[in-house]
């Protein structure tokens, strides 16, 4: 009897423990959990760019990526897919095997390619933040959007006939994340544009009075339509949807309904629902406002060794960069200056600013050789620099506050203010890699205290 009471003891005890099939990530979380079979058809053959994260449960590197691989999945929801394969599932194995995994956790950046089902396949070799991962996908998001002058217009507009076309003005010039997945999300739908506001016949042309502003041109002659909202994916896809459906994504067969919805049934119900489109637009646009949370602030990435600063800013082909130097003891101008550039980090992110950010401590290897150079002697300083175009700028406000910096960046990004010379020297010479070299790369083997070995 008591050797009964004892087994049922232990057989409630393991059914109490965790199933190790469940892995790290569950339905609940942001990450998207795929597997050998459903990789092709869910990351290869999709139209966006993935991050895709091969782990074992057992793995502790593993479980101390999982909040900032999460944080970073909320980040790039709508602009990215962020996946993870368990390569402790015996039905995963072998496919681990085959792109290459040879210890835990590798993760790699997957973007289409020119064929298709034939993706680029990238290791990814940054900080495992979930700044600098969103930072690292979001630049490997592919561009279907057209850089339009003004005597590029009209050939826009007549290219394939009656084809529904939208165009963002701004006052920008470069082509954010959120643009980006909204022309690959209606490919061969919609063709998009992107105008500045320098080409003032094209501004004049649609009566364009401010920056920025969407319009979609439905196409059969019928009058170009302004968006009027925030500028947010779900918002704007379905203002978008009134000329064309996007692209159908393929989800997990797992999904809450149980059921697949084709392609012609989301016709159905759209046509169905499109009359009371017109009329219930401001109102949904509303409602998603007050019911959507704030997005979630995306610290800026951490620069931690002279290597790192060099590739990301100082190589002779590096665009502007924004560099926080910060000594690692915490104070409240230290938290100030950081949450700040955090917060306009996060906006870049989601369409509104382009220029990469980086908190750099002033101990770190050529830190203090940098300001040295820039005859810098404040414990605390933050500059722009370009080294591609041989400037750096200071930020001389003092206080750090969000709207003193940010009306900072508007002018670095408007060529306002003064900008002093880069010193030659700080300049670094560094051949790029080839892109045949990034094509399906082995992961290569990686120190123990970064990667647990299979």
Not at 206 to 235: A, Q, R, W
Request: proline share 6%.
């Amino acid at each position: 009897m008591h050797q009964q009471t004892l087994l049922a003891t232990l057989a409630a005890s393991l059914a109490a423990l965790p199933l190790v099939q469940a892995g790290l990530y569950p339905k609940s979380s942001p990450v998207l959990q795929v597997d050998a079979k459903s990789y092709d058809r869910l990351i290869a053959k999709s139209n966006h760019t993935s991050i895709v994260e091969f782990y074992a449960p057992w793995c502790g590197h593993c479980q101390n990526l999982k909040p900032a691989y999460e944080k970073a999945a909320k980040s790039l929801d709508g602009l990215a897919k962020v996946a993870a394969v368990d390569c402790d599932d015996d039905a995963n194995k072998s496919f681990c095997g085959s792109m290459g995994v040879k210890g835990f956790p590798t993760l790699k950046i997957v973007r289409p390619g020119k064929k298709p089902g034939r993706p680029v396949v990238e290791d990814y070799q940054g900080q495992r933040t979930a700044g600098a991962i969103v930072d690292a996908v979001v630049a490997k998001i592919n561009n279907h959007v057209v850089k339009l002058t003004d005597k590029e217009m009209d050939g826009f507009l007549e290219k394939e006939g009656d084809k529904p076309k939208a165009i963002l003005f701004t006052d920008k010039g470069t082509t954010s994340a959120l643009l980006r997945s909204i022309a690959i999300d209606f490919l061969d739908v919609i063709s998009v544009g992107q105008v500045r506001n320098k080409e003032t016949a094209s501004v004049g042309k649609f009566g364009i009075s401010s920056f920025p502003t969407f319009v979609l041109i439905p196409g059969g002659g019928k009058e170009p339509i302004p968006y009027i909202g925030e500028l947010n994916k779900k918002d704007m896809v379905e203002f978008l949807k009134q000329a064309g459906e996007p692209n159908p994504e393929p989800s997990p067969s797992s999904a809450k309904s149980g059921k697949k919805s084709s392609p012609s049934s989301k016709a159905k119900a759209a046509s169905k629902e499109a009359p009371k489109a017109a009329e219930s637009s401001a109102a949904s646009s509303e409602a998603s406002a007050a019911a959507a949370p704030e997005s979630t602030l995306i610290d800026i990435p951490a620069i931690a060794s002279k290597a790192e600063l060099e590739e990301h800013c100082l190589q002779s082909k590096s665009q502007t960069c924004v560099l926080a130097f910060v000594p690692a003891s915490a104070s409240e101008t230290r938290s100030k200056v950081l949450s700040s550039v955090s917060q306009l980090h996060t906006k870049y992110v989601h369409g509104k600013r382009h220029f990469p950010f980086f908190s750099v401590d002033s101990n770190v290897g050529g830190a203090a050789a940098l300001k040295e150079a820039l005859g810098l002697s404040g414990e605390i300083e933050l500059i722009a620099l370009n080294a591609r175009r041989g400037w750096w700028r200071r930020y001389e406000g003092g206080d750090f506050s969000l709207h003193g910096v940010e009306s900072w960046i508007d002018s670095v990004r408007m060529g306002e203010g003064e900008k002093k010379k880069l010193p030659k020297e700080v300049v670094v010479e560094k051949p790029e890699a080839t892109e045949e070299a990034k094509v399906e790369t082995e992961a290569p083997a990686a120190k123990e205290s970064e990667r647990d070995e299979l």
